[in-house]
């Protein structure tokens, strides 16, 4: 005889409970202590017990299961996904992974062509939806939104203040006596992340009374290492080149690094240098990245807690648009 699965019985006599607490524990019921719910989890871990899937959709009607589609695995995104998994795990649901490259056609899948009896809801983060691809998918599955904002769609929202962040790195730069502050990033999306950073750009140098300067915006196709690295090569090429850049996330701003290093500049003596998203690389690149921090657990325990209150049957209530809350970590590439 082999080892035999570990039941929920196993998981309640392990805990010192009930079958029907560690039930209401793994179907994530709000009416539990965090005592009891720890205790049962431990058991869960200790144990290797896995709800069985079809039991449970058969038992309530719920799968277990929620989709977390992202643009792509760069280390902001891999970082948000590793804690909104962590979230899930809490509540006993398995998080299944897509990766859409912001392609509308591979977003409109993922809100609605999955099939809707095998998942329970869905945390996105989409950079080509339109508001009726979306309104689409809420008909039929709980959604809750990361990142991009799409105007009148009812669907819950977790975001730092773009334009906040924004605004907040640029003043910093100028605050550290630079005049020609540059900005890498900017993009055509309507509602993107970059539209919103770019008016806070622009905002912080309203404030300080510098004009705005279209020479010293450049575009990114992508947020990648490449992508900073040939803009700032352009910036650099200007008659009369910036002394400081904002970009639009940490992988930008460390392509933009090494053109300033490769022009044989030196960070920050020559430009200095922010980012936005904070990822676990800023500490440790040379020099160390100053960047715009947003509370990425928090984003994505608020994330899951609002799923988890669709997926309960409050589909009804109104949608809620939460700001999680960003600070600016101010490292060597801008001292």
């Known amino acids: 005889m082999g080892p035999t699965t570990p039941g929920l019985k196993d998981v309640a006599r392990r805990a010192g409970v009930s079958v029907k607490t560690v039930s209401n524990v793994i179907n994530a019921y709000p009416h539990v202590s965090p005592d009891t719910r720890s205790k049962v989890q431990a058991a869960i871990d200790e144990l290797g017990y896995r ?7 058969l038992r309530t009607g719920r799968s277990g299961l929620v989709a977390l589609s992202l643009p792509e695995m760069t280390p902001y995104f891999a970082e948000i996904a590793e804690l909104v998994m962590n979230e899930a795990e809490a509540r006993g649901w398995t998080v299944l992974m897509d990766r859409t490259h912001g392609e509308r056609r591979h977003e409109r899948w993922a809100a609605g062509g999955i099939s809707r009896d095998l998942i329970d809801g869905l945390i996105a983060s989409p950079l080509s939806m339109t508001p009726t691809d979306l309104a689409s998918a809420r008909s039929v599955l709980p959604v809750v939104l990361l990142g991009e904002r799409l105007s009148n769609v009812g669907a819950d929202h977790v975001a730092i203040d773009n334009v906040r962040a924004a605004q907040d790195a ?6 550290g006596g630079r005049t020609r502050v540059a900005a890498i990033g900017a993009q ?22 510098i004009p705005y300067d279209e020479e010293l915006v450049r575009t990114a196709f992508e947020y990648h290492l490449a992508d900073g690295h040939a803009a700032m090569q352009q910036l650099l090429a200007l008659p009369d080149p910036p002394d400081g850049v904002l970009c639009f996330n940490d992988l930008l701003a460390m392509g933009a690094m090494r053109a300033v290093h490769s022009a044989g500049g030196k960070v920050p003596g020559d430009v200095a240098v922010v980012g936005i998203d904070d990822i676990e690389e800023c500490a440790y690149v040379e020099p160390p990245l100053t960047s715009v921090r947003p509370d990425k657990a928090f984003i994505a325990r608020t994330a899951v807690s609002l799923l988890a209150e669709r997926i309960a049957g409050d589909r009804e209530r109104r949608s809620q648009d939460v700001v999680a809350p960003h600070e600016l970590r101010v490292r060597a590439s801008s001292a």
């Open 170 to 175: 640029t003043a910093h730069l100028l605050a």
């Open 188 to 209: 055509s999306k309507p509602n993107g992340t970059s539209v919103q950073r770019l008016e806070g750009y622009r905002a912080a140098l309203a404030e300080a009374g």
């Open 51 to 57: 709800p069985h899937q079809g039991a449970r959709l």
